[in-house]
């Protein structure tokens, strides 16, 4: 099920990142809802995992090579900026898309309706958190700019078609930049200049080529498992 | 971070099948928005058709303690002050 595994491993991927903050976000507040995120994506995660084959075995004893998530999850945290960026990035996306898939009456449907609600929230909690940090200090404001034009570069991948997934990408696209566009605008942004794509970014997450930092994460995230083999837990 | 930039907001939650709003707890937000998000992950876990409520702490004024005899002891010689003799018919529910 290549469609299962790819939406599963973009939300195990950000869930894992999105648990690193715990114990170092901004405010006590905030630590609790990026938590909740996280948890949100990790049973999103175990629930398409297990339809692709064994949840565990597939996010703990997988090689880089074959994880199918977009690399735009698997970037650092950075500052709460980038991580925000981010957020915004691929909630967007993934509200848009479970919204599709919610509506049609593929595989994914009944999962996608019950998501779409979390992924809801997720994109409320990034938007708001955009507009003031955009529209904060300078100081934030600079901060926002720089994460948005960062991470801008693997915006492109999110709309490569997944196979199993009947979905109208171009269509999702237009309506992603729209949207970004539209809160960017709000949060006194400019929408980034330059690519969404190239060769510089690679851009096949789902091919399994990802980026630098993902090897480490992956390590921390499966070391255990890999150190017992087989246990229960 | 300075307490002037997250002041701190008083929490009132309705439940699903409340009658009434109650005071759930505080919590710290730079804004009423935001307050409302966080009181629902810290006092709602997203639990649907609730209502709720933030008011900066700033807003309320509380009855101080000193003031307690006045306030909170009225004659209770004058019993015709409660409305304790009326018959309440069956179908009359959260009186």
């Known amino acids: 099920m290549t469609a299962a595994l790819a939406l599963g491993d973009d939300a195990l991927v950000l869930s894992h990142r999105l648990g690193e903050w715990a114990g170092h976000a901004p405010v006590l507040e905030e630590e609790v809802a990026l938590a909740n995120i996280a948890l949100d994506l990790l049973g999103q995660a175990r629930v398409l995992l297990s339809l692709a084959g064994d949840e565990d075995e597939l996010a703990f004893l997988r090689e880089e090579r074959s994880f199918r998530n977009l690399q735009l999850v698997e970037q650092p945290n950075g500052d709460f900026a980038h991580t925000i960026a981010r957020q915004l990035y691929f909630s967007t996306y993934q509200h848009l898309l479970h919204a599709e898939l919610a509506a049609g009456d593929g595989p994914f449907a009944p999962l996608a309706a019950k998501a779409v609600k979390e992924v809801a929230y997720h994109r409320d909690h990034a938007e708001q958190w955009t507009l003031r940090l955009g529209d904060g200090t300078e100081t934030s404001h600079e901060r926002m700019r720089r994460a948005c034009d960062a991470l801008w570069r693997f915006t492109g991948e999110l709309f490569q078609p997944v196979e199993g997934l009947d979905v109208d990408w171009a269509d999702l696209e237009s309506r992603w930049v729209e949207s970004v566009t539209r809160v960017l605008g709000r949060a006194t942004l400019t929408v980034p200049e330059g690519p969404r794509t190239g060769a510089w970014s690679a851009g096949a997450g789902r091919q399994g080529v990802h980026t630098e930092s993902f090897g480490r994460m992956l390590a921390e995230m499966q070391h255990l498992h890999r150190s017992h083999p087989g246990a229960s837990w | ?95």
């Open chain 2, 1 to 95: 971070m300075s307490t002037t930039d997250w002041p701190l907001w008083e929490v009132f939650v309705r439940s699903r099948r409340g009658l009434s709003h109650t005071h759930a707890g505080s919590l710290h937000a730079p804004d009423a928005e935001l307050a409302l998000r966080n009181a629902r992950d810290l006092y709602t876990r997203r639990g649907e058709g609730v209502s709720i409520w933030v008011v900066p702490a700033t807003a309320i004024t509380a009855s101080s303690p000193d003031e307690k005899d006045p306030f909170f002891e009225p004659a209770a010689d004058k019993p015709y002050r409660h409305p304790t003799f009326y018959e309440i018919p069956d179908g009359v529910k959260h009186l």
